[in-house]
Nanobody, 115 residues
């Protein structure tokens, strides 16, 4: 069973930066969308950023200009560069890869923005 593994989360002060990574434990084919989602306590999971196989990106309004999603096909990895972090960015961040057959989800990584 192929799994997605996120890394890079942690505690950071407001205004700081983190880079999240999401890699697959094995080969996943025909990925046409990779996304980062987050879920804060008491809130629904929301889309943060996504990137298609054609490198078209989309972002939640709340992170535009601060977050950047990218992918490295050779490493089968997707990244989320997060700059100018705010306390309201605190959440568990999940990656999701979509194929025609199924969606793959990671286990999540905690991001805490606090002074």
């Amino acid at each position: 069973q192929v799994q997605l593994v996120e890394s890079g989360g942690g505690l950071v002060q407001p205004g700081g930066s983190l880079r999240l990574s999401c890699a697959a434990s094995g080969s996943i084919f025909s990925i046409y969308y990779m996304g980062w989602y987050r879920q804060a306590p008491g809130k629904q999971r929301e889309l943060v950023a996504g990137i298609t196989s054609g490198d078209i990106t989309n972002y939640a309004d709340s992170v535009k200009g601060r977050f950047t999603i990218s992918r490295d096909n050779a490493k089968n990895t997707v990244y989320l560069q997060m700059n100018s972090l705010k306390p309201e960015d605190t959440a568990v961040y999940y990656c999701k890869w979509r194929t025609p057959r199924t969606d793959y989800w990671g286990q999540g990584t905690q991001v805490t923005v606090s002074s």
